[in-house]
Each structure stands twice: as C-alpha cells, then as structure tokens.
C-alpha cells in the first residue's frame, strides 16, 4: 500500500522527465492492482527470509 501511496505522488515527475504519461491519466484500479501486485511479493518474499 505504501508503495502505492509513493508512486502516485512522485508519477507525475517522473511523468514530465521523461516525457511520458503518468499513472495518473490511467483508470485508478491499474496502479492500484501494479501496486498490491508487488506488495504481495515483497511480503511474500520478507516472510520467506524471516523463517529462515
């Protein structure tokens, strides 16, 4: 969730730099399914390394 929160607030610069469109001008579920997508591997992933 995080991950998404800070995505959405640096997109639009990161937008303008590279002259492309941001996250912004696309449908709110795309980021936000891009976003539980890798909270759900990085917690995965934490998980794994804490049990060993």
Known sequence: ???WLLWWCVDDHLAAALQTPGLG???????L???LAF???IDGKVKKLRKS
């Not at 001008?25 to 980021?31: D, F, G, S």
């Open 33 to 35: 399914i891009l976003s």
């Open 39 to 41: 909270a759900f591997t």
């Open 1 to 3: 969730m995080w991950l």
């Open 25 to 31: 001008e696309l449908p709110i579920w795309v980021p």
